[in-house]
């Protein structure tokens, strides 16, 4: 998740390529809700095993309300700090419901 400030505004998105396409929002290379609102900080993020699972997690994060998404960022990151020097050392994995259809599921 990307933002301007702390509780301003939340882009969430996906990447196989976390480096590069945070590196992308917080430079505005690439014209659109990132750099119209300057969302430049990467707040929060999570790994997955699968791009597979990590769209599906992004569309179920984009659906929660904004209040929710703000204690996920401050459990994580409570100063709301720019994580992209430290995407390395964030261990956050993601643990999926039980219930989550898991990628044997799609084959």
Do not use: C
Request: hydrophobic share 35%.
């Amino acid at each position: 998740m990307m933002s301007d400030k702390p509780r301003g505004v939340i882009y969430t998105g996906v990447s196989s390529d976390i480096h590069g396409r945070v590196w992308d929002h917080g430079n505005a290379v690439q014209k659109g809700f990132t750099s119209a609102y300057k969302a430049k900080n990467l707040v929060w993020l999570e790994r997955h095993p699968n791009i597979v699972l990590a769209i599906q997690r992004e569309k179920s994060l984009k659906r929660y309300r904004r209040d929710w998404k703000i204690t996920l960022i401050e459990k994580l990151n409570p100063s709301w700090l720019d994580l992209y020097e430290r995407i390395d050392e964030i261990d956050n994995p993601y643990q999926p419901h039980a219930n989550t259809q898991m990628v044997d599921d799609y084959e």
